[in-house]
């Protein structure tokens, strides 16, 4: 029956879509760029303070030049000081240009993009403070600059010309002082008696008067804080609305210009030891045809010079030093996105897929040392470090934020021509950065202080902690396979392990003494891994009926294993309206507002292959629907649920009808993540938000990316959660490199996963499955059930342990020591090594008690 469902399904499937085609082509062909209403930016400031503007608490004291805006913290209990910019910028060798110094002395940069798609970025030092366009506010517990940033200066309210008369009228009225300087700054032109420089027909032209009559005409280049000071004598002294718009009207030499101009604000409070950088959204203003498409923050915060001695500490994997002045100048900068790709943003090819599954970084100098904890926003945030010798003398770290995103289009098949489309609103979330400063100066103690800060953020973290060592046993129901039937092609489900030979795997693993794991069950449901649309949960006859797996669950419980059965919800796998799935109304949609069609990328050449069916990212209404279902079938029979995407992947929704941000997405993840914790949830990878939800995190990164301008790979994420959260590494037999990957969960203090099938490996030809090569149970059995067992004899008493210790020695051994003094020695080289009296054998591990 069930086969009979799917070849009708395959036939409905593609012949429903076409009828409905014309219709969404032409929506599609009718989707042109609407034209966007002038937007008037108000240029802020333009009169400099003088002093410094301060404040203070029992920690930290914060002082911001008000000429500037830039600022220092100091930290009351180490006396270290913290700059928002280097001192010395401007005497900096490798930054000889003015261009290189003034982004040495930028809190701010804003990058804007156009319909063409190019990408500018500009400054805050060279587009705002040098001229002067900010203002500060000071409030009572906060500080906060406005800035304008842009290619302009302020425009004040004086007149560029006015005749003699006018202007002995008003300055009569000013102070003399007043009046003297105004003198200075105003010219008085008579076309009968010009200078040898004077261009007499520019003069006419632009000051046509001058043949009837003496002008004083205001100088060139009169600085911002001078104009701003004539801006007030002039007023002060009676001149009024009327008298300066019939001036401006006569004498205004400026032509309009649409030039990009934006408005942003940056708040600083004192909260105990932290700082607080605030970003608010309803404070940044741009025009329609310049929107801004990333800020980043405080790029050299704390900067490190060539003279500094010190590390930055970014959250690639489970986290990875960058030591100051390496050489590595010569290697790309460090870049990830925070939590990964949106893959509601298109992409054509895939070289490298960058992610951070904790919004952090933190710099270590001289003795002393900060983390920066990204909060508000962090779903945008992009985390870049770099070294001293590319650019500047400096070593620094910081966060950038992706908003205004876009997808480009073509207009029509007879030009060449592309153009883009942008989103059309900021999202509503502020930009929050937590800036906790300390005396700690290496890796392990900033992970304590991590620890304590992640406890502040999740108060529930660690609630689900469980004893012993943590251990999954994944088992592959069923994958598709496409098979004929009356001579027609289609995907169809292909048994790898049925209900009852679960069972059986479950006891053999007891019998060679892998005792207390917990199970997932993948592929069981709606044809396999790859499955359909959860809008109706189905199991799979060919691993056995409805009483099978029934029968399969009690006898489960009677072994004590806890089952936790696999799903997804984020994407569309071979899906259609029988299913409960309709694209068009169901898909999410990329910024171009067609529907978000996805393809794996190939590892040879990195680029689509569109050769393959493609597969569709779900809007997260319809997710929300899907995860319904599927809970209440779990709940049914009263099981746990196996999240696959779900606090691993994050992914907006840009149909202007539905739009759903990054962040509300988390919030939407965040509501379901809770949903399945009720019965208990295992989180594949798992972001830090998700921790507080999951039984036990699989698949969690703890393998060295290999970026070249990083030094080594620390467990700085793991040391702040070991003993709050059950975690594991990628399944040891699917790994690239089994034995590495047991050295990694050695040091990395992960516990152990198995991904299995009952059936030979042979049975998985002519699939797209060949990641499952390795999982063939017999072949597998007794080599996992050694490995499990030597870990659960060397580990099960410290899983609940804090891990407050990890080192390096000069010998390359990695050293990780929790706190009843266990220390672990891993040594990835393939000689024997002796560490300091303990011997650790080559491509091995040893654990020495503490006494």
């Not at 002995?168 to 076309?191: C, F, G, H, L, S």
């Not at 609630?463 to 012993?468: F, L």
């Not at 069916?613 to 599927?630: A, G, H, I, N, R």
């Not at 990641?771 to 099960?796: H, P, V």
């Amino acid at each position: 029956m069930k086969g009979k469902k799917s070849w009708i399904k395959t036939i409905l499937n593609i012949v429903i879509p076409i009828a409905v085609l014309g219709l969404i082509v032409l929506f599609v062909y009718m989707i042109q760029p609407e034209e966007a209403a002038p937007v008037e930016i108000e240029i802020r400031g333009g009169s400099p303070g003088e002093g410094i503007a301060v404040m203070e608490n029992d920690d930290l004291i914060f002082s911001m030049d008000r000429a500037t805006s830039r600022f220092s913290v100091t930290d009351k209990a180490t006396g270290a000081v913290w700059e928002s910019n280097p001192a010395e910028a401007d005497n900096d060798p490798l930054a000889p240009t003015l261009d290189k110094k003034a982004n040495l002395k930028s809190t701010l940069y804003i990058t804007y993009g156009n319909i063409k798609g190019i990408l500018t970025t500009y400054n805050n030092c060279a587009y705002s403070i040098d001229k002067g366009i900010f203002e500060i506010e000071e409030g009572k517990d906060s500080i906060t600059v406005n800035y304008t940033i842009g290619n302009t200066e302020k425009e004040f309210k004086i007149p560029l010309a006015l005749p003699e008369k006018d202007f002995k009228a008003i300055t009569k009225n000013m102070e003399k002082k007043a009046a003297k300087q105004v003198k200075e700054y105003y010219r008085k032109t008579d076309i009968n008696n010009l200078r040898a420089s004077d261009n007499k027909e520019e003069l006419l032209e632009s000051y046509p008067d001058l043949a009837d009559m003496k002008l004083y005409i205001l100088r060139d280049g009169v600085a911002q804080h001078l104009k701003a000071a004539i801006e007030k004598y002039f007023w002060e002294a009676g001149y009024t609305e009327e008298q300066y718009q019939a001036h401006l009207s006569r004498y205004s030499t400026k032509k309009s210009e649409d030039i990009p101009l934006f408005n942003i604000s940056v708040e600083y409070k004192l909260d105990g030891r932290d700082l607080i950088v605030n970003v608010p959204m309803d404070k940044v203003e741009f025009k329609p045809d310049y929107p801004i498409t990333n800020i980043e923050i405080l790029p050299y915060f704390g900067a490190g010079s060539t003279e500094d001695e010190g590390f930055i500490v970014v959250p690639e994997s489970g986290g990875a030093v960058i030591e100051f002045n390496n050489g590595r100048f010569g290697q790309n900068p460090y870049y990830a996105n925070v939590y990964g790709w949106d893959y509601c943003s298109s992409r054509t090819s895939v070289v490298t897929e960058t992610r951070n599954s904790f919004p952090m970084f933190g710099m270590s100098k001289n003795g002393a040392s900060f983390l920066c904890m990204l909060e508000d926003g962090a779903s945008y945030a992009n985390i870049t470090a770099d070294v001293s010798g590319r650019f500047d003398s400096y070593n620094h770290a910081d966060a950038g934020y992706s908003f205004i995103h876009y997808e480009s289009y073509d207009v029509t098949e007879r030009s060449n021509a592309t153009f883009y489309v942008y989103e059309e609103t900021l999202p509503k979330q502020n930009i929050s950065q937590r800036y906790r400063f300390g005396s700690e100066d290496n890796y392990s103690d900033m992970a304590g202080v991590y620890r304590q800060y992640l406890l502040e953020r999740y108060p529930s973290l660690g609630s689900k902690k469980d004893e012993g060592l943590p251990a999954v046993i994944e088992v592959i129901g069923a994958i598709d396979k496409v098979q004929q039937t009356a001579g027609i092609p289609y995907k169809q489900p292909l048994e790898l392990t049925t209900y009852d030979e679960t069972v059986e795997i479950v006891d053999e693993l007891k019998n060679l003494g892998v005792d207390d794991f917990d199970l997932k069950l993948t592929g069981a449901i709606n044809d396999g891994v790859k499955h359909y649309v959860l809008k109706d949960v189905d199991l799979i006859s060919k691993l056995g009926g409805k009483s099978d797996f029934k029968d399969m669950l009690e006898k489960l419980r009677e072994r004590k294993i806890k089952l936790y059965l696999e799903g997804q919800t984020d994407f569309a796998y071979d899906s259609g309206m029988t299913d409960g799935y309709i694209g068009f109304r169901d898909g999410a949609k990329f910024v171009s507002r067609e529907q978000a069609e996805l393809y794996d990328y190939s590892i040879v050449w990195y680029g689509q292959e569109d050769f393959n069916d493609p597969y569709y990212l779900v809007k997260p209404s319809y997710k929300k629907e899907c995860f319904d279902e599927f809970k209440s079938f779990t709940d049914e029979y009263d099981i746990g649920m196996a999240l696959r995407y779900t606090g691993y992947l994050l992914n907006s929704d840009y149909n202007p009808k539905e739009k759903v941000t990054r962040e509300e997405a988390k919030d939407i993840s965040c509501e379901i993540l809770s949903l399945a914790s009720e019965k208990g949830t295992i989180v594949n990878h798992a972001n830090d938000y998700a921790l507080e939800y999951a039984d036990v995190v699989t698949s969690m990164d703890i393998s060295n990316s290999n970026m070249a301008i990083i030094d080594y790979d620390i467990p700085f994420f793991e040391m702040a959660i070991h003993d709050l959260v059950d975690y594991t590494g990628v399944p040891i037999n699917l790994s690239e490199d089994f034995e590495y990957e047991i050295l990694k969960s050695a040091e990395f203090g992960a516990g152990l996963t198995f991904t299995f099938m009952k059936c030979a490996p042979e049975r998985i030809q002519e699939t797209m499955y060949s990641e499952y090569y390795g999982s063939s149970f017999d072949l597998w059995k007794d080599k996992a059930a050694a490995i499990y067992k030597r870990f659960k004899n060397d580990f099960d008493s410290v899983s609940n342990k804090k891990m407050i210790g990890h080192t390096v020695d000069d010998s390359g051994v990695r050293i990780t020591e929790y706190e009843d003094g266990t220390k672990v020695y891993v040594n990835y080289a393939y000689k024997d090594i002796d560490s300091n009296g303990v011997k650790v054998p080559a491509r091995d591990y040893v654990v020495k008690r503490g006494e």
